[in-house]
Protein backbone atom coordinates (compact mmCIF):
# COMPACT_ATOMS: atom_id res chain seq x y z
CA UNK A 1 0.00 0.00 0.00
CA UNK A 2 2.87 2.63 1.03
CA UNK A 3 4.65 1.68 -2.39
CA UNK A 4 1.54 2.58 -4.50
CA UNK A 5 0.35 5.21 -2.57
CA UNK A 6 3.84 6.87 -3.75
CA UNK A 7 3.95 5.60 -7.51
CA UNK A 8 0.47 8.09 -7.62
CA UNK A 9 1.80 10.85 -5.60
CA UNK A 10 4.46 12.39 -7.77
CA UNK A 11 1.82 12.30 -10.54
CA UNK A 12 -0.70 13.87 -8.62
CA UNK A 13 1.72 16.44 -7.90
CA UNK A 14 2.89 16.58 -11.47
CA UNK A 15 -0.37 17.37 -12.88
CA UNK A 16 -0.68 20.02 -9.75
CA UNK A 17 2.00 21.67 -11.16
CA UNK A 18 1.42 22.08 -14.29
CA UNK A 19 -2.01 23.36 -13.81
CA UNK A 20 -0.30 26.68 -11.67
CA UNK A 21 2.37 27.05 -14.75
CA UNK A 22 -0.10 27.12 -16.70
CA UNK A 23 -2.10 29.62 -14.94
CA UNK A 24 0.82 31.74 -14.12
CA UNK A 25 1.45 31.82 -17.73
CA UNK A 26 -1.84 33.11 -18.43
CA UNK A 27 -1.93 35.71 -16.12
CA UNK A 28 0.89 36.97 -17.18
CA UNK A 29 -0.36 36.77 -20.74
CA UNK A 30 -3.66 38.76 -19.38
CA UNK A 31 -1.14 41.26 -17.84
CA UNK A 32 1.37 41.80 -20.41
CA UNK A 33 -1.86 42.48 -23.68
CA UNK A 34 -3.55 44.96 -20.60
CA UNK A 35 -0.11 46.57 -20.41
CA UNK A 36 0.59 47.04 -24.08
CA UNK A 37 -3.36 48.15 -25.17
CA UNK A 38 -2.83 50.99 -22.34
CA UNK A 39 0.70 52.21 -22.98
CA UNK A 40 3.18 53.16 -25.50
CA UNK A 41 5.09 50.05 -27.52
CA UNK A 42 8.88 49.83 -26.26
CA UNK A 43 11.97 48.74 -27.72
CA UNK A 44 13.30 48.45 -31.19
CA UNK A 45 11.26 45.32 -32.09
CA UNK A 46 8.44 45.46 -30.28
CA UNK A 47 6.38 44.69 -32.78
CA UNK A 48 2.57 43.66 -32.67
CA UNK A 49 0.05 42.67 -35.04
CA UNK A 50 -3.12 44.63 -36.40
CA UNK A 51 -5.53 43.86 -38.87
CA UNK A 52 -6.01 45.90 -42.57
CA UNK A 53 -8.98 47.24 -41.10
CA UNK A 54 -7.54 48.71 -38.40
CA UNK A 55 -6.19 51.55 -41.05
CA UNK A 56 -8.16 53.62 -43.06
CA UNK A 57 -6.81 56.86 -44.87
CA UNK A 58 -6.39 59.15 -48.05
CA UNK A 59 -5.76 55.81 -51.11
CA UNK A 60 -4.62 53.75 -48.33
CA UNK A 61 -4.75 50.08 -48.65
CA UNK A 62 -1.64 48.85 -47.25
CA UNK A 63 -2.10 45.50 -45.53
CA UNK A 64 -0.39 46.76 -42.17
CA UNK A 65 -0.72 43.18 -40.51
CA UNK A 66 3.04 42.73 -38.91
CA UNK A 67 4.96 41.59 -42.44
CA UNK A 68 9.21 41.47 -42.63
CA UNK A 69 11.49 41.69 -45.02
CA UNK A 70 15.06 40.56 -44.89
CA UNK A 71 17.63 43.61 -44.31
CA UNK A 72 21.59 43.57 -44.31
CA UNK A 73 21.63 45.48 -40.86
CA UNK A 74 19.01 43.92 -38.78
CA UNK A 75 17.67 41.54 -40.36
CA UNK A 76 14.41 42.65 -40.72
CA UNK A 77 12.00 45.86 -41.90
CA UNK A 78 8.57 45.64 -40.94
CA UNK A 79 5.85 46.20 -43.74
CA UNK A 80 3.84 48.13 -40.20
CA UNK A 81 4.27 49.32 -37.12
CA UNK A 82 1.63 49.25 -34.28
CA UNK A 83 -0.62 51.88 -33.34
CA UNK A 84 -0.09 54.08 -30.25
CA UNK A 85 -3.48 53.95 -27.89
CA UNK A 86 -5.71 56.89 -28.72
CA UNK A 87 -4.59 58.11 -25.26
CA UNK A 88 -1.33 59.07 -26.61
CA UNK A 89 -2.15 61.15 -29.76
CA UNK A 90 -0.37 64.09 -28.05
CA UNK A 91 2.84 62.40 -26.23
CA UNK A 92 6.18 64.09 -26.02
CA UNK A 93 8.49 61.39 -25.39
CA UNK A 94 11.15 63.90 -23.50
CA UNK A 95 8.19 65.70 -21.40
CA UNK A 96 6.17 62.73 -20.26
CA UNK A 97 5.18 62.98 -17.06
CA UNK A 98 4.11 59.16 -16.99
CA UNK A 99 7.82 58.53 -17.32
CA UNK A 100 8.99 60.51 -14.71
CA UNK A 101 6.44 58.49 -12.45
CA UNK A 102 7.12 54.79 -13.77
CA UNK A 103 11.14 55.64 -13.43
CA UNK A 104 10.66 57.54 -10.30
CA UNK A 105 13.31 60.39 -10.47
CA UNK A 106 13.65 62.41 -7.87
CA UNK A 107 13.37 66.08 -9.13
CA UNK A 108 12.56 69.19 -7.54
CA UNK A 109 9.54 70.33 -8.36
CA UNK A 110 10.35 73.62 -7.10
CA UNK A 111 13.01 75.05 -9.65
CA UNK A 112 11.06 73.01 -12.33
CA UNK A 113 12.85 70.36 -12.71
CA UNK A 114 9.94 67.71 -14.09
CA UNK A 115 9.30 70.01 -16.68
CA UNK A 116 12.69 70.39 -18.06
CA UNK A 117 13.56 67.29 -20.56
CA UNK A 118 13.84 63.58 -19.24
CA UNK A 119 14.20 61.07 -22.02
CA UNK A 120 13.63 57.28 -22.08
CA UNK A 121 16.18 55.05 -22.61
CA UNK A 122 16.67 53.68 -25.64
CA UNK A 123 15.46 50.33 -24.94
CA UNK A 124 11.87 51.95 -23.47
CA UNK A 125 11.69 54.59 -26.34
CA UNK A 126 7.96 54.17 -28.49
CA UNK A 127 7.83 52.15 -31.41
CA UNK A 128 4.38 53.02 -32.58
CA UNK A 129 2.85 55.30 -34.19
CA UNK A 130 1.24 58.11 -32.99
CA UNK A 131 -2.78 58.41 -34.22
CA UNK A 132 -4.43 61.43 -34.79
CA UNK A 133 -7.31 62.28 -32.23
CA UNK A 134 -10.94 61.22 -33.44
CA UNK A 135 -11.79 63.87 -36.05
CA UNK A 136 -8.71 65.38 -37.00
CA UNK A 137 -9.00 67.50 -40.32
CA UNK A 138 -5.76 69.20 -41.98
CA UNK A 139 -5.36 72.50 -40.35
CA UNK A 140 -6.97 75.80 -41.17
CA UNK A 141 -4.22 77.48 -43.51
CA UNK A 142 -2.68 80.48 -42.33
CA UNK A 143 -3.51 83.54 -41.96
CA UNK A 144 -6.80 82.43 -40.99
CA UNK A 145 -4.97 79.50 -38.90
CA UNK A 146 -3.98 82.67 -36.58
CA UNK A 147 -7.60 83.49 -35.17
CA UNK A 148 -9.01 79.96 -36.12
CA UNK A 149 -8.65 75.70 -35.61
CA UNK A 150 -10.50 73.25 -35.87
CA UNK A 151 -12.13 72.22 -32.46
CA UNK A 152 -11.32 68.10 -33.23
CA UNK A 153 -7.91 68.57 -33.78
CA UNK A 154 -6.72 69.41 -30.23
CA UNK A 155 -9.81 68.36 -28.35
CA UNK A 156 -9.36 70.79 -25.54
CA UNK A 157 -11.84 73.29 -24.54
CA UNK A 158 -10.86 74.13 -20.54
CA UNK A 159 -8.67 77.07 -21.65
CA UNK A 160 -12.05 78.40 -23.06
CA UNK A 161 -13.67 78.14 -19.65
CA UNK A 162 -10.76 79.13 -17.32
CA UNK A 163 -9.94 81.74 -19.52
CA UNK A 164 -13.16 83.07 -20.10
CA UNK A 165 -12.44 86.69 -18.89
CA UNK A 166 -9.04 87.04 -20.71
CA UNK A 167 -10.04 86.45 -24.10
CA UNK A 168 -7.84 83.27 -24.90
CA UNK A 169 -9.81 81.61 -26.85
CA UNK A 170 -13.81 80.75 -27.32
CA UNK A 171 -15.37 77.85 -28.53
CA UNK A 172 -17.95 78.25 -31.77
CA UNK A 173 -19.28 75.40 -33.19
CA UNK A 174 -16.39 72.96 -34.95
CA UNK A 175 -13.75 75.62 -34.06
CA UNK A 176 -11.67 77.08 -31.35
CA UNK A 177 -11.22 81.04 -32.12
CA UNK A 178 -8.69 82.76 -31.00
CA UNK A 179 -9.70 87.05 -30.07
CA UNK A 180 -6.26 88.09 -29.35
CA UNK A 181 -6.79 88.51 -25.54
CA UNK A 182 -4.17 87.42 -22.90
CA UNK A 183 -3.61 87.46 -19.48
CA UNK A 184 -3.01 90.62 -19.19
CA UNK A 185 -4.17 92.22 -22.01
CA UNK A 186 -8.02 90.98 -22.39
CA UNK A 187 -8.80 93.65 -24.87
CA UNK A 188 -6.06 92.31 -27.31
CA UNK A 189 -2.51 91.75 -28.05
CA UNK A 190 -2.66 94.49 -31.22
CA UNK A 191 -3.60 97.31 -28.57
CA UNK A 192 -1.02 96.25 -26.05
CA UNK A 193 1.43 96.36 -28.64
CA UNK A 194 0.66 99.93 -29.91
CA UNK A 195 0.80 100.98 -26.20
CA UNK A 196 4.35 99.37 -26.09
CA UNK A 197 5.46 101.02 -29.00
CA UNK A 198 4.43 104.48 -27.99
CA UNK A 199 5.83 103.32 -24.60
CA UNK A 200 9.31 103.17 -26.15
CA UNK A 201 8.91 106.07 -28.72
CA UNK A 202 9.19 103.47 -31.43
CA UNK A 203 8.81 105.13 -34.64
CA UNK A 204 5.25 104.96 -35.65
CA UNK A 205 4.26 103.29 -32.89
CA UNK A 206 5.65 100.54 -34.80
CA UNK A 207 6.85 97.41 -32.70
CA UNK A 208 9.69 96.54 -35.12
CA UNK A 209 11.36 99.99 -34.09
CA UNK A 210 12.52 100.15 -38.15
CA UNK A 211 13.85 96.78 -38.35
CA UNK A 212 15.67 96.93 -35.20
CA UNK A 213 13.79 94.87 -33.29
CA UNK A 214 13.48 91.60 -34.90
CA UNK A 215 13.42 88.81 -32.89
CA UNK A 216 11.72 88.47 -29.31
CA UNK A 217 11.45 86.15 -26.68
CA UNK A 218 7.58 85.70 -24.86
CA UNK A 219 8.22 83.71 -21.70
CA UNK A 220 5.19 81.50 -20.19
CA UNK A 221 3.36 82.85 -23.55
CA UNK A 222 -0.30 81.41 -23.13
CA UNK A 223 -1.55 80.39 -26.35
CA UNK A 224 0.53 83.00 -28.23
CA UNK A 225 -1.50 85.68 -28.99
CA UNK A 226 1.53 88.37 -28.52
CA UNK A 227 3.69 86.54 -30.98
CA UNK A 228 0.84 85.50 -33.06
CA UNK A 229 0.47 89.67 -33.94
CA UNK A 230 3.83 90.69 -34.02
CA UNK A 231 3.87 88.94 -36.73
CA UNK A 232 2.36 92.13 -38.74
CA UNK A 233 5.57 94.00 -37.86
CA UNK A 234 7.78 91.44 -39.37
CA UNK A 235 8.80 90.40 -35.80
CA UNK A 236 9.84 86.43 -35.02
CA UNK A 237 8.68 85.70 -31.52
CA UNK A 238 9.99 82.38 -29.91
CA UNK A 239 6.83 82.16 -27.56
CA UNK A 240 7.98 79.73 -24.91
CA UNK A 241 5.85 77.74 -22.23
CA UNK A 242 6.00 74.03 -20.36
CA UNK A 243 3.99 71.61 -20.63
CA UNK A 244 2.10 71.98 -17.48
CA UNK A 245 -1.16 72.63 -16.11
CA UNK A 246 -1.80 74.56 -19.33
CA UNK A 247 -0.77 71.74 -20.84
CA UNK A 248 -2.07 72.88 -24.65
CA UNK A 249 -1.24 76.10 -24.90
CA UNK A 250 1.92 75.41 -26.81
CA UNK A 251 0.04 73.28 -29.21
CA UNK A 252 -2.77 75.72 -29.62
CA UNK A 253 0.31 78.05 -30.80
CA UNK A 254 1.58 75.52 -33.32
CA UNK A 255 -1.79 74.89 -34.77
CA UNK A 256 -2.69 78.49 -35.49
CA UNK A 257 0.61 78.67 -37.24
CA UNK A 258 2.74 80.80 -34.56
CA UNK A 259 6.38 79.72 -33.58
CA UNK A 260 6.40 78.17 -30.21
CA UNK A 261 8.43 76.06 -28.17
CA UNK A 262 7.91 74.03 -25.01
CA UNK A 263 10.69 74.27 -22.43
CA UNK A 264 10.75 75.96 -18.76
CA UNK A 265 12.95 78.12 -17.06
CA UNK A 266 14.48 75.64 -14.51
CA UNK A 267 17.31 74.77 -13.82
CA UNK A 268 18.87 74.06 -17.71
CA UNK A 269 19.83 77.04 -19.74
CA UNK A 270 17.58 77.70 -22.61
CA UNK A 271 18.19 76.08 -25.81
CA UNK A 272 19.37 79.77 -27.74
CA UNK A 273 23.00 80.87 -27.76
CA UNK A 274 23.49 84.09 -26.08
CA UNK A 275 22.42 87.78 -27.64
CA UNK A 276 19.93 86.22 -29.58
CA UNK A 277 16.39 88.46 -28.43
CA UNK A 278 15.90 92.64 -28.68
CA UNK A 279 13.26 91.86 -26.80
CA UNK A 280 12.12 89.38 -23.94
CA UNK A 281 8.53 89.42 -22.60
CA UNK A 282 6.59 88.42 -19.25
CA UNK A 283 3.26 89.03 -18.80
CA UNK A 284 2.01 87.77 -15.85
CA UNK A 285 4.12 84.58 -16.48
CA UNK A 286 3.80 83.61 -12.89
CA UNK A 287 8.02 83.34 -12.89
CA UNK A 288 9.63 84.20 -9.33
CA UNK A 289 12.32 85.98 -10.66
CA UNK A 290 14.49 86.47 -7.18
CA UNK A 291 14.56 82.72 -6.54
CA UNK A 292 18.06 81.11 -6.79
CA UNK A 293 19.56 84.41 -6.83
CA UNK A 294 18.03 85.92 -9.40
CA UNK A 295 19.20 82.88 -11.66
CA UNK A 296 16.59 83.34 -13.98
CA UNK A 297 16.96 87.32 -14.58
CA UNK A 298 20.45 86.13 -15.27
CA UNK A 299 19.38 83.53 -18.13
CA UNK A 300 17.29 86.02 -19.75
CA UNK A 301 20.28 88.57 -19.45
CA UNK A 302 22.37 86.05 -21.23
CA UNK A 303 19.76 85.30 -24.18
CA UNK A 304 18.85 89.13 -24.73
CA UNK A 305 21.00 91.41 -27.08
CA UNK A 306 23.61 94.61 -25.98
CA UNK A 307 20.60 97.24 -25.47
CA UNK A 308 17.63 94.51 -25.52
CA UNK A 309 14.37 94.98 -23.95
CA UNK A 310 13.32 93.54 -20.76
CA UNK A 311 8.98 94.36 -20.73
CA UNK A 312 7.50 92.96 -17.36
CA UNK A 313 3.37 93.46 -17.07
CA UNK A 314 2.83 92.12 -13.99
CA UNK A 315 1.45 93.21 -10.19
CA UNK A 316 4.84 93.88 -8.96
CA UNK A 317 4.78 96.40 -11.35
CA UNK A 318 2.17 98.36 -10.25
CA UNK A 319 -0.14 96.87 -7.58
CA UNK A 320 0.48 98.88 -3.99
CA UNK A 321 0.13 96.29 -1.59
CA UNK A 322 3.11 95.85 0.67
CA UNK A 323 3.79 92.29 -0.63
CA UNK A 324 3.85 93.85 -4.52
CA UNK A 325 5.98 96.38 -3.33
CA UNK A 326 8.36 94.70 -1.58
CA UNK A 327 9.09 92.37 -4.76
CA UNK A 328 8.98 94.81 -6.80
CA UNK A 329 11.69 97.08 -5.35
CA UNK A 330 13.92 93.84 -5.05
CA UNK A 331 13.36 93.07 -8.41
CA UNK A 332 14.63 96.57 -9.34
CA UNK A 333 17.34 96.92 -7.39
CA UNK A 334 18.81 93.27 -8.37
CA UNK A 335 18.42 94.54 -12.38
CA UNK A 336 19.96 97.83 -11.53
CA UNK A 337 23.16 95.53 -10.05
CA UNK A 338 22.78 93.96 -13.06
CA UNK A 339 23.65 97.48 -14.91
CA UNK A 340 20.13 97.54 -16.40
CA UNK A 341 17.98 100.42 -16.13
CA UNK A 342 14.27 101.29 -16.27
CA UNK A 343 13.45 102.89 -20.01
CA UNK A 344 9.91 103.27 -19.27
CA UNK A 345 7.14 102.64 -16.70
CA UNK A 346 3.60 103.23 -17.42
CA UNK A 347 0.76 102.21 -15.86
CA UNK A 348 0.86 98.28 -15.52
CA UNK A 349 4.24 97.87 -17.18
CA UNK A 350 7.92 98.10 -16.74
CA UNK A 351 9.96 98.02 -19.35
CA UNK A 352 14.04 97.96 -18.29
CA UNK A 353 16.98 97.69 -21.05
CA UNK A 354 20.40 96.56 -20.94
CA UNK A 355 23.59 98.77 -21.46
CA UNK A 356 25.39 98.48 -24.87
CA UNK A 357 28.77 98.13 -23.28
CA UNK A 358 30.87 96.65 -20.77
CA UNK A 359 31.59 100.13 -19.02
CA UNK A 360 28.79 99.65 -16.34
CA UNK A 361 30.09 95.96 -15.48
CA UNK A 362 33.59 97.48 -15.28
CA UNK A 363 32.79 100.54 -12.53
CA UNK A 364 30.96 98.09 -10.24
CA UNK A 365 32.55 97.70 -6.84
CA UNK A 366 34.44 94.35 -5.93
CA UNK A 367 32.35 91.80 -4.48
CA UNK A 368 28.79 93.16 -5.95
CA UNK A 369 26.50 90.57 -6.61
CA UNK A 370 25.67 88.71 -8.74
CA UNK A 371 29.10 88.18 -10.14
CA UNK A 372 30.58 88.15 -13.74
CA UNK A 373 30.97 85.40 -15.45
CA UNK A 374 34.44 82.79 -15.04
CA UNK A 375 36.33 83.99 -18.19
CA UNK A 376 36.36 80.35 -19.32
CA UNK A 377 32.28 80.19 -19.61
CA UNK A 378 30.74 79.69 -22.88
CA UNK A 379 27.56 81.21 -22.98
CA UNK A 380 26.69 79.67 -26.06
CA UNK A 381 27.10 76.49 -24.92
CA UNK A 382 23.42 75.52 -24.32
CA UNK A 383 22.57 71.69 -24.61
CA UNK A 384 22.17 70.02 -21.05
CA UNK A 385 24.44 72.68 -19.47
CA UNK A 386 22.85 74.47 -16.16
CA UNK A 387 22.54 77.78 -15.62
CA UNK A 388 24.69 79.79 -13.84
CA UNK A 389 23.85 82.98 -11.28
CA UNK A 390 25.96 84.90 -13.35
CA UNK A 391 26.48 87.99 -15.65
CA UNK A 392 27.56 87.25 -19.12
CA UNK A 393 30.48 90.34 -20.48
CA UNK A 394 30.23 91.05 -23.84
CA UNK A 395 32.98 90.17 -26.12
CA UNK A 396 35.41 93.09 -26.94
CA UNK A 397 34.00 93.44 -30.55
CA UNK A 398 30.34 93.80 -29.19
CA UNK A 399 31.78 96.65 -26.35
CA UNK A 400 33.93 98.67 -29.27
CA UNK A 401 31.11 98.20 -31.57
CA UNK A 402 28.78 99.70 -28.31
CA UNK A 403 25.78 96.97 -29.56
CA UNK A 404 25.72 93.56 -31.76
CA UNK A 405 26.46 95.68 -35.00
CA UNK A 406 23.61 94.21 -37.13
CA UNK A 407 21.51 95.36 -39.64
CA UNK A 408 18.09 96.28 -39.39
CA UNK A 409 15.96 93.53 -40.69
CA UNK A 410 15.28 92.88 -43.17
CA UNK A 411 19.23 93.45 -44.70
CA UNK A 412 19.92 91.43 -41.66
CA UNK A 413 18.99 88.20 -42.93
CA UNK A 414 21.85 88.71 -45.81
CA UNK A 415 24.73 91.14 -44.34
CA UNK A 416 27.43 89.12 -42.43
CA UNK A 417 27.26 89.53 -39.30
CA UNK A 418 29.92 89.92 -37.12
CA UNK A 419 30.16 86.70 -34.96
CA UNK A 420 31.04 84.80 -37.94
CA UNK A 421 34.60 85.19 -37.03
CA UNK A 422 34.06 83.10 -33.95
CA UNK A 423 33.31 80.15 -35.92
CA UNK A 424 36.35 81.11 -38.44
CA UNK A 425 34.00 81.58 -41.30
CA UNK A 426 34.21 85.01 -43.75
CA UNK A 427 32.25 87.18 -45.39
CA UNK A 428 32.43 85.18 -48.38
CA UNK A 429 31.66 81.78 -47.03
CA UNK A 430 28.39 83.56 -45.91
CA UNK A 431 27.31 84.79 -49.08
CA UNK A 432 28.01 81.49 -50.68
CA UNK A 433 26.37 79.54 -48.47
CA UNK A 434 23.45 81.93 -48.59
CA UNK A 435 23.37 81.95 -53.14
CA UNK A 436 23.86 78.44 -52.69
CA UNK A 437 20.57 77.44 -50.30
CA UNK A 438 18.51 79.63 -52.57
CA UNK A 439 19.52 77.57 -55.78
CA UNK A 440 18.94 74.38 -53.72
CA UNK A 441 15.40 75.60 -52.95
CA UNK A 442 14.20 76.41 -56.28
CA UNK A 443 15.57 72.85 -57.45
CA UNK A 444 13.28 71.70 -54.45
CA UNK A 445 10.42 73.60 -55.96
CA UNK A 446 10.65 72.23 -59.25
CA UNK A 447 11.03 68.70 -58.07
CA UNK A 448 7.58 69.22 -56.05
CA UNK A 449 6.30 70.16 -59.05
CA UNK A 450 2.50 70.72 -59.54
CA UNK A 451 2.07 69.02 -55.87
CA UNK A 452 3.11 72.92 -54.43
CA UNK A 453 0.33 75.42 -53.53
CA UNK A 454 1.03 78.79 -51.67
CA UNK A 455 -0.52 78.15 -48.88
CA UNK A 456 1.05 74.36 -48.32
CA UNK A 457 3.40 75.10 -46.00
CA UNK A 458 3.33 77.65 -42.86
CA UNK A 459 5.20 75.56 -39.54
CA UNK A 460 8.53 74.43 -41.56
CA UNK A 461 11.85 72.55 -39.83
CA UNK A 462 14.95 72.26 -40.75
CA UNK A 463 16.69 69.89 -38.64
CA UNK A 464 20.20 70.76 -39.71
CA UNK A 465 20.09 74.34 -40.68
CA UNK A 466 24.07 75.40 -40.62
CA UNK A 467 24.06 79.09 -41.29
CA UNK A 468 20.00 79.22 -41.77
CA UNK A 469 20.53 79.74 -45.21
CA UNK A 470 17.56 77.07 -45.83
CA UNK A 471 15.09 79.33 -43.88
CA UNK A 472 16.43 82.22 -45.85
CA UNK A 473 15.53 80.97 -49.09
CA UNK A 474 11.83 81.01 -48.24
CA UNK A 475 11.87 84.34 -46.76
CA UNK A 476 9.41 85.03 -49.80
CA UNK A 477 7.17 82.44 -48.54
CA UNK A 478 4.18 82.75 -46.15
CA UNK A 479 6.41 80.37 -43.94
CA UNK A 480 8.07 80.41 -40.51
CA UNK A 481 11.28 77.95 -39.83
CA UNK A 482 12.54 76.26 -36.66
CA UNK A 483 16.10 76.08 -37.42
CA UNK A 484 17.62 73.24 -35.54
CA UNK A 485 21.34 73.15 -34.98
CA UNK A 486 22.71 69.88 -33.79
CA UNK A 487 24.75 69.89 -30.14
CA UNK A 488 27.75 67.85 -31.21
CA UNK A 489 27.82 70.17 -34.28
CA UNK A 490 29.19 73.75 -35.18
CA UNK A 491 27.84 76.08 -32.75
CA UNK A 492 26.08 78.14 -35.98
CA UNK A 493 22.53 79.07 -33.92
CA UNK A 494 23.90 82.18 -33.09
CA UNK A 495 24.47 83.04 -36.68
CA UNK A 496 20.86 81.97 -37.46
CA UNK A 497 19.53 84.55 -35.03
CA UNK A 498 21.95 87.10 -35.78
CA UNK A 499 20.32 86.65 -39.56
CA UNK A 500 17.10 87.65 -37.99
CA UNK A 501 15.48 84.17 -37.40
CA UNK A 502 14.74 81.49 -34.78
CA UNK A 503 15.91 77.47 -33.94
CA UNK A 504 17.31 75.54 -31.00
CA UNK A 505 20.13 73.39 -30.49
CA UNK A 506 18.91 69.71 -30.24
CA UNK A 507 20.49 66.25 -29.95
CA UNK A 508 18.80 63.71 -32.90
CA UNK A 509 19.63 60.76 -30.82
CA UNK A 510 16.26 62.46 -28.97
CA UNK A 511 12.83 63.30 -29.21
CA UNK A 512 12.58 67.08 -30.24
CA UNK A 513 10.17 68.94 -27.49
CA UNK A 514 7.22 69.77 -29.88
CA UNK A 515 3.89 67.92 -29.92
CA UNK A 516 2.46 65.67 -32.70
CA UNK A 517 1.55 66.93 -36.17
CA UNK A 518 3.65 70.49 -35.31
CA UNK A 519 5.01 70.55 -38.75
CA UNK A 520 3.94 70.86 -42.39
CA UNK A 521 7.29 70.73 -44.33
CA UNK A 522 11.23 69.19 -42.38
CA UNK A 523 14.00 69.12 -44.16
CA UNK A 524 16.58 66.66 -43.54
CA UNK A 525 19.85 67.67 -45.06
CA UNK A 526 22.41 64.86 -44.05
CA UNK A 527 20.94 64.32 -41.00
CA UNK A 528 20.48 60.81 -41.43
CA UNK A 529 24.57 60.41 -42.41
CA UNK A 530 25.53 61.83 -38.90
CA UNK A 531 22.54 59.65 -37.42
CA UNK A 532 24.47 56.70 -39.12
CA UNK A 533 27.58 57.64 -37.94
CA UNK A 534 27.27 58.63 -34.02
CA UNK A 535 25.21 54.92 -33.78
CA UNK A 536 21.80 56.20 -33.38
CA UNK A 537 18.86 54.36 -35.02
CA UNK A 538 17.58 55.65 -37.96
CA UNK A 539 13.80 53.72 -37.37
CA UNK A 540 13.99 56.01 -34.54
CA UNK A 541 14.33 58.85 -36.24
CA UNK A 542 11.50 58.42 -38.85
CA UNK A 543 9.72 57.48 -35.80
CA UNK A 544 9.90 60.70 -34.69
CA UNK A 545 9.79 62.28 -37.94
CA UNK A 546 6.44 60.70 -38.28
CA UNK A 547 5.20 62.25 -35.17
CA UNK A 548 5.87 65.52 -35.59
CA UNK A 549 5.03 65.90 -39.30
CA UNK A 550 1.10 66.76 -39.95
CA UNK A 551 -0.97 64.24 -41.94
CA UNK A 552 -0.11 65.35 -45.47
CA UNK A 553 3.07 67.38 -44.57
CA UNK A 554 6.21 66.68 -47.19
CA UNK A 555 9.77 65.72 -45.96
CA UNK A 556 12.62 66.82 -48.35
CA UNK A 557 15.55 64.54 -47.82
CA UNK A 558 18.99 65.40 -49.18
CA UNK A 559 21.20 62.82 -48.34
CA UNK A 560 22.78 59.57 -49.59
CA UNK A 561 21.58 56.89 -51.90
CA UNK A 562 22.05 54.22 -50.16
CA UNK A 563 20.00 55.43 -47.03
CA UNK A 564 17.49 56.78 -49.53
CA UNK A 565 17.25 53.09 -50.76
CA UNK A 566 16.62 51.81 -46.64
CA UNK A 567 13.90 54.49 -46.15
CA UNK A 568 11.93 53.30 -49.36
CA UNK A 569 11.58 50.09 -47.48
CA UNK A 570 9.95 51.30 -44.56
CA UNK A 571 7.05 54.02 -47.05
CA UNK A 572 4.58 51.68 -46.59
CA UNK A 573 5.02 50.43 -42.50
CA UNK A 574 5.00 54.21 -41.61
CA UNK A 575 1.94 54.99 -44.18
CA UNK A 576 4.69 57.57 -46.32
CA UNK A 577 4.47 58.00 -49.98
CA UNK A 578 7.64 58.80 -52.48
CA UNK A 579 6.44 62.23 -54.39
CA UNK A 580 9.61 62.18 -56.56
CA UNK A 581 13.61 61.66 -56.08
CA UNK A 582 15.87 63.77 -57.98
CA UNK A 583 19.99 63.23 -58.57
CA UNK A 584 21.50 66.45 -56.46
CA UNK A 585 24.38 67.27 -58.75
CA UNK A 586 22.17 70.00 -59.78
CA UNK A 587 22.43 71.51 -56.30
CA UNK A 588 26.16 71.12 -56.02
CA UNK A 589 26.65 68.38 -53.63
CA UNK A 590 28.12 64.86 -53.58
CA UNK A 591 27.35 62.07 -56.29
CA UNK A 592 25.86 59.63 -53.97
CA UNK A 593 23.34 62.06 -52.76
CA UNK A 594 19.84 62.39 -53.43
CA UNK A 595 17.31 64.33 -53.49
CA UNK A 596 13.72 62.58 -51.94
CA UNK A 597 10.61 64.32 -51.33
CA UNK A 598 8.22 62.39 -49.12
CA UNK A 599 4.63 62.79 -48.68
CA UNK A 600 2.71 61.44 -45.24
CA UNK A 601 -0.48 59.83 -46.15
CA UNK A 602 -3.62 60.74 -43.95
CA UNK A 603 -4.88 58.39 -41.42
CA UNK A 604 -7.44 56.90 -38.85
CA UNK A 605 -7.61 54.28 -36.62
CA UNK A 606 -10.67 52.62 -36.52
CA UNK A 607 -11.54 53.38 -32.86
CA UNK A 608 -11.66 56.94 -34.27
CA UNK A 609 -13.60 56.68 -36.94
CA UNK A 610 -15.66 55.38 -34.62
CA UNK A 611 -15.61 58.40 -32.65
CA UNK A 612 -15.94 60.52 -35.53
CA UNK A 613 -18.96 59.37 -36.98
Known amino acids: MTRGRADVNPKKRLITWIIVLVFCCGCFYAYTRSRGSSALEYGSKSLR ?12 TTDTSTKHEED ?6 PKSFPVCDDRHSEIIPCLDRNLIYQTRLKLDLS ?23 PGYKVPIKWPKSRDQIWKANIPHTHLATEKSDQNWMVVKGDKVVFPGGGTHFHYGADKYLASMANMLNFPKNSMNNEGNVRTVFDAGCGVASFGGYLLA ?14 ENQIQFALERGIPAYLGVLGTKRLPYPSRSFELAHCSRCRIDWLQRNGILLLELDRILRPGGYFAYSSPEAYAQDEEDLRIFRAMSAFVERMCWKIAVKRDQTVIWVKPLTNDCFMQREPGTQPPMCRSDDDPDLVWGVPMEACITPYSNQVHRSKGSALAPWPARLTTPPPRLADLGYSDDMFIKDTELWQRRVEHYWTVFGQNLESDTFRNVMDMKANLGSFAAALTNKEVWVMNV ?27 YSTYPRTYDLIHAWTVFSDIERRGCSIVDLLLEMDRILRPKGYIIYNDKRSIAEVIKKYLGALHWESVAISDSQLVEQEEDDVVFIIQKKMWLTSESLKDSE
Not at 54 to 59: L, Q, S, T
Not at 233 to 246: C, K, Q
Not at 492 to 501: A, C, E, F, P, S
Open 49 to 60: KFGSSYWRGDED
Open 72 to 77: ADDGFI
Open 111 to 133: VMEHYERHCPLPEKRYNCLIPPP
Open 233 to 246: YDILTMSLAPNDVH
Open 485 to 511: VPEDGPNTLKIVYDRGLLGSVHNWCES
